[in-house]
């Protein structure tokens, strides 16, 4: 009964956000030519913020027939209407903010005192945007140099240099790099990780007609991210085992989570992905727990041997939609006639097909052993 009451005034106080209504400080964000001006009213914002608290505190802020004029240059308009909208209804969206927008909320966040949403946002920042940070991998580098509150995001960060140097070496900032940000990177280094920089993640073993080496590394690499609080290192070349299944195994007795992969002979376009679940359910029970796991998993699409992962949407009608985890049909397809056919209809996923029925070749189903 609380929390209805909590929503209900969430959604009170999201009004007068949104209103300004009786407002009592004008705030001034960005710098031309993307500036905007935010209305806000003193008593929330020094009960619901340290910063303001003491920025209004100060004998030196202007006031203009009543009103706080109060400058922000530093940070985007975009970035501080989250935060705003957080300290009027106790709410930010991460699952809906791109990766880079992520990581300079983040920034912003430390800067105003919110230490509290700040382990929970890097989380975010590592399941959203594991691609980005690889993309970027040196702008942030530097920010885990800079902040130190972000514990987080430096082991994260350490993992990688230490497991994948590749990503940093390969780094067209690589060189831009000063001499006091490479003596961290050297003092983890040790003589055995730098020798040939090979991936630490093999795949030679692997027996699939359709997934090579370095997209299966990729797999992985996906599984991960998608389940950080499983390791307590990134993964090494025995954290993961792909073991190629027969149909009578797949259909009836596989008891741990799989990865599904298929070409489609109309597009000549391989479609795969991550299933959390045992393929042995016979009951569907505990919703709350399916939903969270649901989300662990993710789609890949490979067009010449380039692999795209593709992200959940959402979960938020899981409850009507149960069939879907029935063995194979989690990523918003059904197979029919013994595995020859697929219909496709968009779900759970962003839209990667537009027809709605296919043939498909070369069906793998792969058990994926985690080590303990």
């Avoid at 029919?336 to 968009?346: E, L, V």
Wanted: aromatic share 14%; hydrophobic share 40%.
């Amino acid at each position: 009964m609380s929390e209805k009451y909590l929503k209900a005034l969430s959604h009170d106080f999201g009004k007068l956000f949104k209103d300004g209504n009786n407002y009592d400080v004008n705030i001034k964000v960005g710098e031309k030519p993307n500036i905007k001006i935010f209305r806000g009213h003193s008593q929330i914002l020094v009960a619901r913020s340290l910063y303001f608290k003491t920025a209004f505190s100060q004998e030196w802020v202007k006031k203009n027939n009543g009103i706080i004029d109060f400058e922000k240059p530093n940070m985007s308009p975009e970035i501080f209407e989250i935060i705003l909208r957080y300290i009027y209804t106790g709410i930010i969206q991460f699952d809906i903010l791109h990766a880079d927008v992520l990581l300079r909320l983040l920034i912003a966040l430390d800067e105003l005192y919110f230490d509290d949403l700040l382990d929970d946002l890097q989380v975010h920042l590592f399941k959203q945007g594991a691609q980005w940070i690889r993309e970027n991998f040196v702008f942030v580098y530097r920010v885990s140099l800079q902040y130190q509150k972000f514990t987080k995001l430096s082991e994260h960060v350490d993992d990688i240099i230490k497991y994948e140097p590749e990503i940093l070496l390969e780094s067209r900032e690589f060189h831009e790099l000063e001499e006091s940000e490479l003596l961290p990177i050297l003092k983890q280094w040790q003589p055995k990780d730098i020798k040939v920089l090979s991936p630490r993640i093999k795949s030679s073993r692997i027996n699939s007609k359709l997934l090579n080496n370095k997209q299966v590394k990729e797999i992985f690499k996906k599984i991960y991210v998608k389940k950080p609080k499983m390791f307590k290192s990134f993964p090494n070349e025995d954290q993961f085992k792909l073991i190629l299944l027969e149909p009578t195994e797949y259909k009836t007795n596989c008891e741990d989570p799989t990865v599904i992969v298929f070409r489609i002979v109309e597009l000549d376009l391989i479609i795969g992905g991550y299933n959390p679940f045992k393929l042995k359910y016979s009951s569907i029970s505990h919703f709350s727990s399916l939903k969270a796991k649901l989300e662990y998993s993710f789609m890949f699409t490979i067009d010449n041997e380039k692999i795209k992962f593709v992200s959940i949407l959402g979960t938020k009608d899981f409850n009507l939609k149960y069939n879907y985890i029935r063995p194979l049909n989690i990523f918003d397809f059904k197979f029919h006639f013994d595995y020859k056919n697929i219909s496709y209809k968009q779900h759970f996923y962003p839209k990667i097909l537009d027809g709605s029925y296919y043939n498909i070749e070369g069906l793998e189903v792969f058990k994926v052993i985690e080590s303990d």
